[in-house]
């Protein structure tokens, strides 16, 4: 890309013209745009993440204490219930993983359901291309060993990519298959839009080339495909011509191990350990914002353990509490309003190191990484919303159950910001 710039030179009667090759300086502005808009997306995510966790904490909290209570048909509607949390949890967690990108987490994942929850997440973009879909799925599980958030985001961005080849077809199609072919598992992506011109081909994966134009894409999203496929043992490939339509194709490796599914009303009832009776007046502080989440915990607590729970809805007030009384726990929140809960840490940390000692936080979402890594080395374990009973009982019960002197504090877990099966911060 050149500046060309002219001017007349008066003294000799000549004309004067400038090239600049100013490649370089579009490619800086467009990376620094770019870096702002990102910086603006995690931003925007995590404040979204954040809010709606805390919504269906006590969704999926009280649908599983009153699984507990409950006959075997009330279990059952609280099936669906916590099975709709989790899929709106996943829907999170992917919203998460497209700002900002985590290392591969393989375990088995179904193809099939890879295509069918691409499908319905793109659900209204698909709806306003006015294409017809088809879904030629296999019967039978199609399963490999990959990340299945990535995959995921690498079949959303093949869909979005065939949507914008069709735009404008009269009649646009879109299919989404899967198959097996000698222990290959693959899952692909066709449609009957414009095409890719053979000269193109080779060039596609490369990062920032595109033929969309900057106003409908960055040249990024089919080398992110190309980059989480490759990082996940797999390999993807394009078959097109110019006008006639594109075909990718997404291989992995077949694996026999069946992928975990998630049926509503058929996981067991979550087991509770027998209440064990703590020291009278021991007492566990729970600092929330969220009126609902603290009535959760209150009960979370009590059933487990039976102690007394106080409450506070941010950190000022949780100060006053802990200047007054003995508590053999702290569960703070990290993300409200006054004082949040690192600045509360901090604060007692400086006036009772023992008390800091006794610090667990739980979080929607973390915020920035500078807080996750102040977070890690403090060393104070982190319980993402929404949190399961047992996940409560297994990272509280050691602080509560040491008021006893059942335990002492070098049993308590010792562990930061880390990343659990599902994908989420603990």
């Given at each position: 890309?050149?500046r060309?710039?002219?001017?007349?030179?008066?003294?000799?009667?000549?004309?004067?013209?400038?090239?600049?090759?100013?490649?370089?300086?579009?490619?800086?502005?467009?990376?620094?745009?770019?870096?702002?808009?990102?910086?603006?997306?995690?931003?925007?995510?995590?404040?979204?993440?954040?809010?709606?966790?805390?919504?269906?904490?006590p969704?999926?909290?009280?649908?599983?204490?009153?699984?507990?209570?409950?006959?075997?048909?009330s279990?059952?509607?609280?099936?669906?219930?916590?099975?709709?949390?989790?899929?709106?949890?996943?829907?999170?967690?992917?919203?998460?993983?497209?700002?900002?990108?985590?290392?591969?987490?393989p375990?088995?994942?179904d193809?099939?359901?890879?295509?069918?929850?691409?499908?319905?997440?793109?659900?209204?973009?698909?709806?306003?291309?006015?294409?017809?879909?088809?879904?030629?799925?296999?019967?039978?599980?199609?399963?490999?060993i990959?990340?299945?958030?990535?995959?995921?985001?690498?079949?959303i961005?093949?869909?979005?990519?065939?949507?914008?080849?069709?735009?404008?077809?009269?009649?646009?199609?879109?299919s989404?298959?899967?198959?097996?072919?000698?222990?290959?598992?693959?899952?692909?992506?066709?449609?009957?839009?414009?095409?890719?011109?053979?000269?193109?081909?080779?060039?596609?994966?490369?990062?920032?080339?595109?033929?969309k134009?900057?106003?409908?894409?960055?040249?990024?999203?089919?080398?992110?495909?190309?980059?989480?496929?490759?990082?996940?043992?797999?390999?993807?490939?394009?078959?097109?011509?110019?006008?006639?339509?594109?075909?990718?194709?997404?291989?992995?490796?077949?694996?026999?191990?069946?992928?975990?599914?998630?049926?509503?009303?058929?996981?067991?009832?979550?087991?509770?350990?027998?209440?064990?009776?703590?020291?009278?007046?021991?007492?566990?502080?729970?600092?929330?914002?969220?009126?609902?989440?603290?009535?959760?915990?209150?009960?979370?607590?009590?059933?487990?353990?039976?102690?007394?729970?106080?409450?506070?809805?941010?950190?000022?007030?949780?100060?006053?509490?802990?200047?007054?009384?003995?508590?053999?726990?702290?569960?703070?929140?990290?993300?409200?309003?006054?004082?949040?809960?690192?600045?509360?840490?901090?604060?007692?940390?400086?006036?009772?190191?023992?008390?800091?000692?006794?610090?667990?936080?739980?979080?929607?979402?973390?915020?920035?990484?500078?807080?996750?890594?102040?977070?890690?080395?403090?060393?104070?374990?982190?319980?993402?919303?929404?949190?399961?009973?047992?996940?409560?009982?297994?990272?509280?019960?050691?602080?509560?159950?040491?008021?006893?002197?059942?335990?002492?504090?070098?049993?308590?877990?010792?562990?930061?910001?880390?990343?659990?099966?599902?994908?989420?911060?603990?």
């Amino acid at each position: 890309m050149f500046r060309c710039s002219t001017g007349w030179i008066n003294e000799t009667g000549q004309i004067c013209a400038c090239l600049d090759d100013i490649t370089d300086q579009r490619l800086l502005e467009r990376n620094v745009l770019r870096q702002e808009k990102q910086t603006l997306l995690d931003t925007l995510v995590g404040g979204i993440a954040h809010e709606l966790n805390n919504k269906l904490t006590p969704v999926q909290g009280f649908a599983e204490l009153l699984s507990l209570e409950g006959n075997e048909e009330s279990r059952r509607y609280t099936g669906y219930i916590k099975k709709s949390t989790a899929e709106a949890v996943n829907i999170i967690r992917q919203l998460l993983q497209l700002s900002k990108p985590s290392a591969p987490l393989p375990q088995a994942v179904d193809l099939r359901q890879i295509a069918e929850e691409t499908i319905g997440m793109l659900r209204f973009q698909i709806r306003e291309s006015r294409c017809q879909v088809r879904a030629l799925l296999d019967s039978s599980p199609v399963c490999v060993i990959a990340d299945a958030a990535q995959l995921k985001q690498v079949a959303i961005n093949l869909v979005l990519n065939a949507l914008h080849a069709i735009e404008g077809r009269p009649e646009g199609m879109l299919s989404l298959e899967t198959h097996v072919t000698g222990g290959t598992a693959s899952l692909i992506v066709a449609d009957n839009g414009c095409g890719i011109p053979r000269e193109n081909q080779s060039r596609i994966f490369d990062p920032f080339f595109t033929t969309k134009g900057h106003e409908k894409g960055s040249g990024l999203g089919l080398s992110i495909c190309f980059s989480i496929v490759s990082q996940n043992h797999g390999e993807i490939t394009v078959e097109s011509d110019a006008g006639a339509g594109a075909r990718f194709t997404v291989s992995f490796p077949q694996t026999d191990t069946p992928a975990v599914l998630f049926a509503p009303g058929a996981e067991p009832v979550p087991s509770v350990p027998a209440l064990r009776a703590v020291p009278q007046g021991t007492r566990v502080l729970v600092v929330e914002d969220e009126e609902v989440v603290r009535c959760l915990l209150q009960e979370m607590m009590r059933t487990s353990f039976g102690c007394q729970v106080d409450v506070a809805v941010n950190g000022a007030e949780a100060l006053t509490a802990l200047q007054n009384r003995e508590y053999a726990l702290v569960l703070s929140d990290i993300r409200m309003p006054v004082m949040n809960g690192p600045e509360l840490y901090r604060k007692v940390l400086a006036q009772s190191p023992e008390t800091a000692r006794r610090f667990v936080f739980m979080t929607g979402h973390p915020g920035g990484q500078h807080l996750e890594e102040q977070i890690t080395r403090w060393k104070i374990p982190v319980v993402a919303k929404p949190f399961s009973i047992g996940r409560i009982t297994e990272v509280c019960g050691p602080f509560v159950r040491a008021a006893s002197g059942e335990e002492t504090h070098r049993q308590v877990p010792d562990h930061g910001f880390s990343r659990d099966q599902a994908g989420g911060v603990f």
